[in-house]
Antibody, heavy 122, light 110 residues
Framework: QVHLVESGGGVVQPGRSLRLSCAAS????????MHWVRQAPGKGLEWVAV????????YYADYVKGRFTISRDNSKNTLYLQMNSLRAEDTAVYYC???????????????WGQGTMVTVSS | QSALTQPPSVSGSPGQSVTISCTGT?????????VSWYQQPPGVAPKLMIY???NRPSGVPDRFSGSKSGNTASLTISGLQAEDEADYYC??????????FGGGTKLAVL
């Protein structure tokens, strides 16, 4: 069965760092682009970042560019999101999501994890 | 990267049809057929309902259909059922090689 499981969320002070992980199983992880999407409490979905299936390209939303880094380890079937200089407005549930098409990106997020909550507060 | 514009809420009675609009610009919805729609009931992760404007993943009922005209994409749900009550989000690829979501629409089945 295809699964994505996020971990690493928690409560962190403004300006500090946190690293999220997303463990994939049930499919050939190295064949798919992967995204991070977040959702602040009571708010809508917000796209955060994408990494190509082979890690060769990465793109970010303007509101996280320069602070967040997306990466992947295909040998460990794991996606990461390194979050630095965290702000209160980064408080959200963070989801990892698979892009549906093999070795291409169409922005069809067909598999989602259950999400991990990040709270930025002093 | 402004969010795509969706109506905050729509409603319909069982058996009726509803349409949710998603308006972007010429740098996203208007220029690419990479528009997707997601259904999110309270407290759970989103589910892909439509991709590439009109395509349905396997398992999604054919009551759900998508279309696009100019800078506006639409999701139509026909034969409304109580289980369709949820939040719905559109998303689109943009010319900046990023993605953007709509603000979300709450569907009430009366």
């Amino acid at each position: 069965q295809v699964h994505l499981v996020e971990s690493g969320g928690g409560v962190v002070q403004p300006g500090r760092s946190l690293r999220l992980s997303c463990a994939a199983s049930g499919f050939t992880f190295s064949n798919y682009g992967m995204h991070w999407v977040r959702q602040a409490p009571g708010k809508g979905l917000e796209w955060v970042a994408v990494v190509w299936y082979d890690g060769s390209n990465k793109y970010y939303a303007d509101y996280v560019k320069g602070r967040f880094t997306i990466s992947r380890d295909n040998s460990k079937n794991t996606l990461y999101l390194q979050m630095n200089s965290l702000r209160a407005e980064d408080t959200a549930v963070y989801y990892c999501a698979r892009d549906q098409v093999l070795r291409f990106l169409i922005g069809a997020f067909d598999i989602w994890g259950q999400g991990t909550m990040v709270t930025v507060s002093s | 990267q402004s969010a795509l514009t969706q109506p905050p809420s729509v409603s319909g009675s069982p058996g009726q049809s509803v349409t949710i609009s998603c308006t972007g610009t010429s740098t996203d919805v208007g220029s690419y057929n990479r528009v997707s729609w997601y259904q999110q009931p309270p407290g759970v992760a989103p589910k892909l309902m439509i991709y590439e404007v009109t395509n349905r993943p396997s398992g999604v009922p054919d009551r759900f259909s998508g279309s696009k005209s100019g800078n506006t994409a639409s999701l139509t749900i026909s034969g409304l059922q109580a289980e369709d009550e949820a939040d719905y989000y559109c998303s689109s690829y943009t010319s900046s090689t990023t993605w953007v979501f709509g603000g979300g629409t709450k569907l009430a089945v009366l």
